[in-house]
Every structure is written in structure tokens, then in C-alpha cells.
């Protein structure tokens, strides 16, 4: 709720919120990436960040999250069928988070509200992520990504949970 309440109030004050350009910050989407064959999920090793996260990234300009996130996702896996678990018009997050990310030499410390979903696909085995991307994945099962040997943040912990109990309910 915090998150979101946050999320509001910076639309509100900074409307190139979308635009990489907003020093205070910038609207990010992301997806747990979900194998509904096998029931696992996706980690990537994100390059920068040096740490395991879910495929996402920058709204760059687009106001519509979902397309955002399903933008990020397509570039960073390669996956041919990627499809949002949910079939709602329009289609909902099922987690939010605003998260500092620290100052590197392109960007000084800023905020990056995240709007996250979850995406399915049928055909793992056709990880072929765009040139420049991350080439370190991971398909785990719902605990095995729980269990310790990944060091998580806990909104990934949470935005894992909520996964898990959306798809084995």
C-alpha cells in the first residue's frame, strides 16, 4: 500500500514519470516469467545490479505497463510465445514496488516505481535473448528459488509468492 500510495504521488508531481529522464525517478515493468509445463519460474542474473531478479525494465516513453513488460520480456528471453497469465482487459499487476537504485555513472540515485505481472510460456527451450542482454538464466521451481542458494531481495521473494499461489493455487 505504501508503494502504491508512493507510485501516486509521484505521477502526480513529475509527469515524465515514463521518461528516463525524470532524475527523481522512472516507471519501470517487469515479469515473473512462468514454464506452465513444468511450473517454473525465470530468474536472470541482471548485469548491472550484479544480482538474480525477474525480466523487466524501463517504460521508456510508454504509458501502458503491461505492453512495457511484455516489451522488456520479449527483448531479454527471446521467448516466441510469451502471454500474460491473466486475460483481463486491461491487464492488472499482481505486485508493485519502489525500489532505490544507486547512483552509477549514467544516473545519479533514483527511484524506480515497478509494475509487475506475470507472463506464461509453453517453450522454455527457446531462451534466446536479444544481443546485449543478460545470458544468465535460471528455470527454478517455486521453492528452489525460495530456498537460500539465490540471494533475493524480498520484494522478489514476495512478488514469487504471490506467483506461486496464482499458479498452483
Not at 52 to 80: C, F, I, N
Not at 90 to 108: A, E, G, R
Amino acid at each position: 500500500q505504501q508503494d502504491i500510495a508512493l507510485i501516486k504521488q509521484l505521477m502526480q508531481a513529475h509527469p515524465n514519470i515514463c521518461n528516463m529522464n525524470c532524475e527523481v525517478g522512472h516507471f519501470t515493468a517487469s515479469a515473473m516469467v512462468v514454464d506452465m509445463t513444468s511450473k517454473k519460474i525465470l530468474l536472470h542474473f541482471h548485469k548491472r545490479l550484479n544480482r538474480w531478479l525477474q525480466v523487466g525494465g524501463h517504460a521508456d516513453y510508454e504509458t501502458d505497463m503491461s505492453r512495457v513488460a511484455l516489451r522488456e520480456a520479449q527483448e531479454e528471453t527471446g521467448l516466441p510465445d510469451l502471454a500474460f497469465l491473466s486475460d483481463e482487459e486491461p491487464v492488472k499487476p499482481v505486485d508493485y514496488d519502489v525500489h532505490t537504485i544507486p547512483q552509477n555513472k549514467d544516473f545519479p540515485k533514483h527511484l524506480h516505481p515497478d509494475f509487475r505481472y506475470i507472463l506464461t510460456t509453453h517453450h522454455p527451450e527457446a531462451l534466446s535473448p536479444e544481443a546485449g542482454e543478460s545470458t544468465q538464466f535460471e528455470w527454478l521451481t517455486f521453492d528452489g528459488a525460495l530456498s537460500g542458494q539465490y540471494e533475493l531481495d524480498d520484494s522478489l521473494r514476495r512478488l514469487i509468492q504471490k506467483t506461486k499461489q496464482l499458479i498452483l493455487h
